[in-house]
């Protein structure tokens, strides 16, 4: 999902590599920061985000991570497995990321 | 610390407020298999899960380890140690541990009903984790006894659980609740508001005038990632 949005970007209407890696960054610290144990640091990561990109986008982001809060819980209480075509067209990103590592790997 | 104050509730998109109000009551009302007063017991049970300053590893149960539960007495000990692992190591579920659930006397309807509260109260106690704001409280139960209606089901194989038939029409995060289909509706409420509605997934180019498509899925992976969800 993330490589197909990211093509259905016209080229002329990305944002710089320059803008887009540090609002990444940005948003990477954020999910890191409030899964993590430590509440200064969690606290740190949303007055960043806010003070960026302001109160809508802090409280978007912590709603797409409620999201999937959500949807892993349902893959794994539910056992979801990949499709066939899937479980073969991911094999590269699985193994460059170590995602067969993962303990709810299965198929 | 920055001293900042997190945005106030009054601040958060209503389609969210909603979407999580309705959510707060769906999973304390009766559902297929459990009445209200169970169905509460369980959001109660993941709720502590969630809070637990010093969770059991994957591999203890709360029974087992005499860790009370707020749902001791209401649900099932076996039904309290799944909630648990559900809520706070579901990416060390197996096959197995699944069947010995079933094992343990559980419906496997039931059991999808489980996972269908146990997501949607895991859904809004991080919204509110994220957001560093605190978490509203879950409403009295609306009492009343289970309406034991559901689909036919069979199983599947790209799912450990039963589904509606017929199985293996849909993906399976898709199908993984099909057995209930208010658990379904609910998570897909939820979805719309949190993430993307679900007739616009499509969109690769679908935002709020936030965060573009592309930033979503960045966070989306991310999460899945800390989570260790292989999915």
């Known amino acids: 999902m993330l490589r197909e949005s990211v093509d259905a970007i016209p080229a002329d209407d990305r944002p710089s590599d320059d803008e887009t890696a540090a609002r990444h960054h940005l948003l990477e610290s954020f999910v890191a920061a409030v899964v993590g144990d430590d509440p200064d640091r969690a606290d740190r990561a949303r007055a960043e985000l806010a003070e960026a990109y302001g109160d809508e986008w802090l409280v978007d982001t912590a709603a797409v991570v409620a999201n999937f809060e959500m949807m892993t819980r349902l893959a794994d209480g539910t056992g979801a497995r990949l499709y066939p075509a899937q479980w073969e067209a991911t094999a590269a990103i699985r193994a460059e990321h170590g995602i067969d590592g993962f303990a709810s790997h299965r198929h | ?8 509730r009054s601040e958060i998109r209503p389609d969210l407020v909603v979407a999580q109000a309705a959510a707060w009551v769906h999973v304390t009302s009766p559902g297929s298999c459990w009445s209200g007063v169970e169905r509460a017991a369980i959001s109660q049970v993941a709720l502590a899960a969630l809070d637990d300053p010093d969770p059991l590893p994957p591999w203890v149960t709360p029974s087992s380890a005499g860790r009370p539960l707020p749902g001791d007495g209401v649900i099932p000990a076996v039904v309290a140690d799944a909630v648990y692992r559900i809520a706070r190591h579901a990416s060390t579920l197996t096959e197995d541990w699944y069947r010995g659930v079933l094992d ?8 999808v009903e489980i996972v269908g509260v146990v997501v949607a109260v895991a859904a809004v106690d991080g919204f509110f984790r994220a957001l560093g704001a605190p978490r509203p409280p879950l409403p009295a139960p609306v009492d009343g006894p289970p309406h034991g209606v559901h689909p036919p089901v069979e199983p599947a194989t790209l799912n450990w659980v039963v589904v509606a038939a017929p199985a293996d029409r849909a993906a399976a995060v898709v199908q993984g609740l099909s057995a209930v289909p208010e ?6 409420r939820l979805a719309a508001a949190q993430y993307i509605p679900m007739f616009e997934m499509d969109d690769q180019a679908w935002n709020r005038g936030t965060l573009s498509r592309p930033d979503m899925e960045l966070v989306a992976a991310r999460l899945s990632a800390a989570r260790e969800c292989f999915y």
């Open chain 2, 183 to 188: 658990e379904f509706a609910n998570l897909e």
């Open chain 2, 1 to 8: 610390m920055t001293g900042r104050t997190t945005p106030h």
């Open chain 2, 104 to 111: 343990a006397g559980v419906d496997p309807v039931a059991y």
